[in-house]
């Protein structure tokens, strides 16, 4: 088994895909997509075009849908939703087929999403990421962090580390692992340092103190919570996420 840690869509090569992507996006989509489909939303299907969003969705009967766009870390005009994982409860998502378009979040699954299977990872998710990863064992396996408009992202990355971390260190797995890049020793170093104190590390990552000045502190201490939610989003078509069962 291969590990790849990619911080940004950009990094990954170009030529190949591997047998599983993890796309990564703690603040805040991937956290979102988690909280939605453990509400019990039908599916959440992304796109990196609002007006495609905003096309694709009219076709769907109004009671069964959300849209959710969000840009800058604020909510785009026409859309239901924003992109926090708090309004995602049963009573607002359950049943909901979600449209979702994001700054960085769903530009990542976009660019991994012909690999043989796609999923999102989380700090929220990690166990249930680690959980699918051992046992499907796949022979190659990218974590994809979306990074904040091509730039490294410090939630990314550490999110990246705590499941190589988990994959690596924890697990029987860890000897059936023969290569890794530069990149997953860095992400468990940084999660090493940090795994105690993940909000804090969230307030000083950039995009975090974006979302402080919008009010977003209550959406950063969900985001740092590790392994508090057991569902995975996995694609079961292009750009659609549903709950792995
Ligand atoms: C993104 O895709 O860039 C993020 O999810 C932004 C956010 O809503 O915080």
Redesign the pocket.
């Known amino acids: 088994m291969k590990l790849f840690v990619y911080h940004t869509p950009e990094l990954t090569p170009t030529d190949h895909l591997p047998e599983c992507a993890i796309a990564v996006?703690v603040?805040?989509?991937t956290t979102?997509i988690a909280t939605a489909l453990d509400s019990g939303a039908e599916a959440v299907q992304v796109f990196s075009d609002i007006q495609k969003l905003m096309d694709v969705s009219t076709e769907w009967p109004e009671d069964q849908r959300l849209r959710f766009g969000?840009r800058g870390?604020a909510k785009v005009e026409g859309c239901d939703l924003?992109?926090s994982p708090l309004s995602c409860t049963p009573e607002v998502v359950k049943g909901k087929r979600i449209f979702m378009s994001?700054?960085?979040?769903?530009r990542a699954l976009q660019r991994v999403e012909a690999a043989k299977s796609v999923i999102t990872g989380a700090l929220i998710n990690r166990q249930s990421v680690v959980n699918y990863i051992t046992s499907h064992e796949p022979e190659s396996i990218w974590i994809v962090g979306?990074g904040?408009e091509g730039q490294f992202s410090l939630e990314d990355t550490v999110c990246a580390g705590a499941i190589a971390h988990s994959l690596l260190t924890e697990f029987p797995l860890s000897s059936a692992v023969s290569e890794v890049n530069d990149e997953v020793i860095a992400a468990i170093a940084l999660y090493r340092q940090w795994q105690e104190d993940l909000v804090e590390l969230l307030q000083q990552a950039s995009?975090g103190k974006r979302?402080l000045s919008l009010n977003g502190i209550e959406d950063i201490e969900y985001c740092a919570q590790l392994d508090s939610v057991h569902v995975l989003p996995i694609q079961k078509e292009p750009g659609v996420l549903v709950s792995h069962h």
């Open positions: 996006d603040l805040r989509a979102t969000e870390g924003g992109n994001t700054t960085n979040g769903t979306s904040w995009h979302l």
